[in-house]
């Protein structure tokens, strides 16, 4: 596998074996993204995907260090380290692709789960919660800003990607009856459903009641809220 979706393999293994499993998990977890998902074929014909699908996973890796170290993050000054990275990050999937902007409340709130784990001692202070999880907004706010101002100067107008701000988020909150087909008929769709395109991705679903169990809450509502709402995004794409 060649270009992002080679580094996007190692960006796997390294996300997993941060969040605390063992190097056999997270070959195992790489190669299964490397070699029964979409990541090789899009590699070969698309590049935006690979790209901006590299770039979310590197936001999702660095908001792990907004976690208290007994938990796999960092100490608490490598935080605004990881949380400037975590914004550049997702500053370059929006770059590649403007449906990425979908994800920023998922990826807050998902961030915000992460500063309030840990107990006693091991949680941050209330303060520092709220100061990082502002400066993470912050962050991403700034970089938004330069994205829109580069392609005000560039096109002319405010825009994600080609596409003018006040349309794309127009058509994302406008849900229609067609929008809600084209989001049931997308998890089996056999022109670009998620299940269709990768069966590998069914086996995840076995996963839910054992991170329920182990009450690893937060590598769960990454993708159980990223899901539905990449399929709303792409379901006007």
């Not at 998990?25 to 998902?37: H, K, M, N, R, S």
């Not at 003018?164 to 849900?175: C, N, W």
């Not at 769960?220 to 709402?229: C, D, E, I, M, S």
Request: aromatic content about 12%; cysteine-free.
């Amino acid at each position: 596998v060649q270009g992002p979706p080679r580094v996007a393999g190692r960006a796997v293994f390294l996300y997993v074996r941060r969040l605390g499993y063992r190097y056999a998990v997270a070959g195992g977890a790489a190669l299964i993204f490397g070699l029964d998902t979409m990541a090789w074929v899009y590699s070969k014909v698309f590049f935006r995907e690979p790209l901006a699908a590299l770039a979310l996973l590197a936001t999702a890796y660095f908001l792990l260090g907004l976690r208290p170290v007994v938990a796999g993050g960092a100490a608490g000054p490598q935080r605004l380290t990881y949380a400037l990275l975590a914004a550049a990050s997702y500053g370059l999937a929006i770059t590649t692709k403007e449906t990425m902007f979908a994800a920023l409340p998922v990826l807050l709130l998902v961030g915000a789960w992460y500063l309030s784990e840990g107990k006693g001692p091991q949680r941050p202070p209330a303060r520092q919660q709220i100061g990082l999880l502002i400066f993470v907004t912050l962050a991403s706010a700034a970089v938004f800003g330069l994205i829109l101002l580069y392609n005000s100067i560039v096109l002319g107008y405010l825009a994600l990607g080609s596409r003018r701000v006040p349309d794309f988020i127009s058509t994302f909150f406008a849900v229609t009856p067609e929008t809600w087909n084209a989001m049931a008929q997308m998890p089996f769709n056999p022109g670009k459903g998620l299940f269709t395109h990768s069966p590998i991705l069914l086996l995840s679903l076995f996963a839910i009641p054992i991170l329920l169990r182990r009450r690893r809450f937060g590598e769960l509502l990454l993708p159980l809220l990223l899901v539905p709402v990449f399929m709303r995004a792409y379901s006007t794409a």
